[in-house]
């Protein structure tokens, strides 16, 4: 079995009913859930779309990345994902953060996320479930939050 972290986000539907429903689902395809952050209501980025929930995870899984990448494509299109604009309005992303100690670049998959340093949207809730160093980073959530700052992140309520 193998740690992994997985960040969630909705800003199109019922927002937390999306997110709770991708955490069942997880279950589901293999992943079972450990830890779970609160829901958080953060400004989107690009701004011309409406605010997101986002929330993180973590897992047990004995799912490979590449199948474990596919179950959570399966995921969103079982929640309404349709294929949009990158960085567009979505019922439902999922994101693999990291996957053990695995360093990962394909075209396909890249891991650790590439642009989990920067964003407050993803550290806030990764910072209530992991305390430790994050694999590969080497460094904590929270000490990566300190420097990011909340972005307008504010925490919202139980997933
Ligand atoms: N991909 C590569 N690495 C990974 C990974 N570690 N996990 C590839 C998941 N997917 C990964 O993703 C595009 C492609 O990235 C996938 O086909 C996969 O092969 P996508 O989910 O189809 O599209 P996307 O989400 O628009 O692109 P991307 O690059 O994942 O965007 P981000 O970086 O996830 O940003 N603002 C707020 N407040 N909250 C958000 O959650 N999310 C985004 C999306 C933008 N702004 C946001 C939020
Ligand atoms: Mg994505």
Redesign the pocket.
């Known amino acids: 079995m193998t740690r992994v972290a997985i960040?969630l986000?909705s800003n199109l539907g019922d927002r937390l009913g999306n997110l709770r429903a991708a955490v069942a689902a997880l279950e589901e395809v293999g992943v079972a859930v450990v830890r779970r952050s609160f829901a958080w209501e953060?400004?989107?980025?690009p701004a011309d779309q409406p605010p997101?929930l986002?929330a993180a995870v973590l897992g047990e899984t004995s799912l490979p990345p590449a199948p474990l990448?596919a179950a959570?494509k399966g995921i969103e299109h079982a929640l309404g994902r349709r294929p949009g604009r990158?960085?567009?309005p979505r019922p439902i992303?999922?994101?693999?953060l990291f996957y053990g100690d695995l360093h990962l670049e394909t075209p396909?998959?890249?891991?650790p996320?590439p642009?989990i340093a920067e964003r407050a949207?993803v550290l806030a809730p990764l910072s209530e479930i992991l305390e430790g160093p994050l694999p590969v980073l080497g460094t904590s959530a929270l000490h990566l939050l300190e420097r990011t700052g909340l972005q307008g992140a504010r925490r919202l309520c139980a997933l």
């Open positions: 960040a986000g953060t400004p989107p980025v997101f986002n990448l959570l990158r960085w567009g992303d999922l994101d693999i396909d998959l890249t891991i996320h642009r949207f």
